[in-house]
C-alpha cells in the first residue's frame, strides 16, 4: 500500500461519517485534493508538523463533530509535543492518523527516523494515548476505521508519491470552504478569493 490508497480509504471514511478532515503538508494535500475534494477538507499549504494540533483544537471547539486528521511521520516527528497533549485531552471525537513511509516524501524521500528504529505508536503509548493502532494493509485500515473514532492509527506504507497536479484554490477559498463547513454556513462556503 502507498500513501494515495490510505489517503483514498481515509477520505470515503471521512465522507461517509461527515468527519471534518485535516491533512498535513506538502504532497498529502494535493493526493486528498485529487481523490476526495470536499469544503469538509482542510489542507495544510504550510505549517509542518502542526496538522495534528489543528485537528485537536477543532475537536475541542466542535465536540458535536468528529474530526480525522492526516499527519505523516516526518510531521510528527517535528511535533511530538502534540501526542501528550492530545493524551491530557483525550477528546472522544478525535482521530489521528499517521501516515508513515519512512521517508520526507515531499522534500526528496529523504528517510525518516521511523525508517530505522522509532516506533511512532510506542511513542503515542508512551504519550499516555490509550487507543493506539498499527494497520500495515488496506483492509486493516478498513476494519480499524470502522470500529475507532478517537486515538491513533499509525498506517505504515511504502515510500512514494503520487503524480498528481497541484491544488488549484488559493488558500484564502480553502479557508472560506472550511469554515463554512465547520461553522455550517453556506453563505462562507460560496466565499472566493
Not at 490508497?5 to 471534518?20: H, V
Not at 482542510?42 to 468528529?66: N, V
Not at 476505521?145 to 488559493?170: F, H, M, R, Y
Amino acid at each position: 500500500m502507498i500513501r494515495l490508497d490510505a489517503i483514498r480509504i481515509i477520505a470515503e471514511k471521512a465522507r461517509e461519517d461527515s468527519s471534518l478532515l485535516i491533512s498535513n503538508i506538502g504532497i498529502p494535500c494535493k493526493e486528498l485534493y485529487h481523490v476526495c475534494d470536499a469544503p469538509r477538507n482542510f489542507y495544510m499549504l504550510g505549517s509542518m508538523g502542526l496538522a495534528s494540533s489543528i485537528g485537536l483544537g477543532l475537536s475541542l471547539a466542535k465536540p458535536q463533530r468528529h474530526v480525522m486528521t492526516i499527519e505523516g511521520d516526518g510531521s510528527m516527528l517535528m511535533n511530538l509535543g502534540s501526542l501528550a497533549t492530545i493524551a491530557s485531552q483525550h477528546p472522544p471525537n478525535y482521530l489521528l492518523i499517521i501516515i508513515d513511509n519512512g521517508t520526507y516524501g515531499s522534500t526528496g524521500d529523504e528517510p525518516t527516523a521511523t525508517s530505522m528504529y522509532t516506533d511512532l505508536a510506542a511513542m503515542a503509548k508512551g504519550a499516555g494515548i490509550r487507543e493506539v493502532y498499527t494497520s500495515y494493509t488496506q483492509e486493516g485500515l478498513i476494519k480499524l476505521l470502522e470500529n475507532v473514532k478517537s486515538g491513533v492509527i499509525v498506517v505504515k506504507v511504502q515510500p512514494g508519491n503520487a503524480q498528481v497536479p497541484l491544488i488549484d484554490i488559493c488558500p484564502e477559498t480553502i479557508l472560506a470552504w472550511f469554515m463554512g463547513e465547520v461553522l455550517e454556513n453556506t453563505d462562507i462556503k460560496n466565499a472566493q478569493c
